[in-house]
């Protein structure tokens, strides 16, 4: 059971490069996060997911995108990488997405934008 | 809209020195409480919940009780240990928030031998 999985753990892209950043959770959890963690800021929900083929922004959702074609997987989209993009991204599962429930994060992508 | 306050940091402890880690929150309503902690190079894991006012959240020698009349959830531990270095933060959760964690800025324990 490797719980939440992310891929890449770093990646440094140019100014308008693009890249797409993979969650995966093998615990047949509904709902799905994308966070962003900057320092003295804690983390920030970029858009979050209640089920397969289904998306929501979050807080920060601007310059991102995200798609939920299988249950298992998020993923991460950004279209024309921007420096103040650079940041810590963390992908978080739970089961029911209630206010009580737990979520489960990944390790982490740490990227770069020159 | 909801807020959570953490005390600044970093802080510094010597081993089996008392912690305590203050937290205060904003929100409408009856938030869920939360401490996440994040070992150096590592993703948030769950340390310890509570749900509902004056339940108190246990893990790891760590507590932390849900106080609706202060709006607080501090943690604290008895005894801290080298192995305790980490960042910590507190979070809420609750239905008018779309499902998102509201985290604090987080709160760094460094603690020597």
């Not at chain 1, 209630?98 to 390790?107: I, S």
């Not at chain 2, 340390?47 to 507590?63: I, P, R, V």
Request: hydrophobic share 30%; glycine share 10%.
């Amino acid at each position: 059971n490797a719980g939440v999985t992310q891929t890449p753990k770093f990646r440094v892209l140019k100014t308008g490069q693009s890249m797409t950043l993979l969650c995966a959770q093998d615990m047949n959890h509904e709902y799905m996060y994308w966070y962003r963690q900057d320092p003295g800021m804690g983390l920030r929900l970029i858009h979050y997911s209640v089920g397969e083929g289904t998306t929501a922004k979050g807080e920060v959702p601007d310059g991102y995108n995200v798609s939920r074609l299988k249950k298992q997987n998020f993923l991460l989209g950004l279209e024309s990488a921007a420096p103040s993009q650079t940041s810590v991204y963390f992908c978080a599962s739970s089961y029911w997405g209630t206010p009580r429930d737990t979520q489960y994060f990944g390790p982490g992508t740490r990227l770069t934008v020159l | 809209g909801n807020s959570v306050t953490q005390m600044e940091g970093p802080v510094t402890l010597s081993e089996e020195a008392f912690l305590t880690i203050n937290c205060t929150y904003t929100a409408t309503g009856y938030p869920s409480l939360f401490w996440y902690v994040q070992y150096p190079g590592e993703g948030l894991q769950l340390l310890l919940k509570a749900t509902k006012a004056d339940d108190k959240g246990s893990n790891k020698g760590f507590e932390a009780t849900y106080r609706k009349e202060t709006t607080s959830f501090h943690l604290e531990k008895g005894s801290v240990q080298v192995s305790d270095s980490a960042v910590y933060f507190c979070a809420l959760n609750q239905e008018t928030s779309g499902s998102r964690l509201t985290f604090g800025e987080g709160t760094q324990l460094t603690v020597n031998p």
